[in-house]
Structures are given as structure tokens and as C-alpha cells.
């Protein structure tokens, strides 16, 4: 990716890496929105487990 500076004559290279093609950056954002709600639903299963136990284990009140 190059970036001319015209008043300054001066051509700068970056070192970000181009953008991906619209499929590939679609997968990418669609794989980081899975994980984001894999990981919501793993919370709010938790704090359910631990504010409620008799909800997800019939034997809590034995441990």
C-alpha cells in the first residue's frame, strides 16, 4: 500500500497489509461474530449456573 504526500513530493510505504477481498474479510468478520456469541452464551450460562445451581444440576444440594 503506497501513500504520495503531493505537497511534499514524498511516497511513503506502509507496512499494513492490503485489505482482504471481499469474501475473505466477510469469513473474517462473520468467524469474530461466532466467537463473540460463543462466548456471550458461555457467560450467561455460567452466571446461571452460579446464581441458580438447583437450574442446571438436580443433585446440587448434595455436593
Do not use: F
Amino acid at each position: 500500500m503506497t501513500a504520495q504526500l503531493s505537497h511534499e513530493g514524498i511516497q511513503v510505504r506502509t507496512t499494513e497489509p492490503a485489505t482482504h477481498a471481499g469474501r475473505g474479510r466477510l469469513r473474517e468478520v462473520c468467524h469474530r461474530i461466532r466467537l463473540t456469541v460463543r462466548d456471550m452464551n458461555y457467560a450467561s450460562r455460567r452466571m446461571a449456573e452460579l446464581q441458580a445451581p438447583w437450574s442446571v444440576d438436580k443433585q446440587w444440594h448434595r455436593r
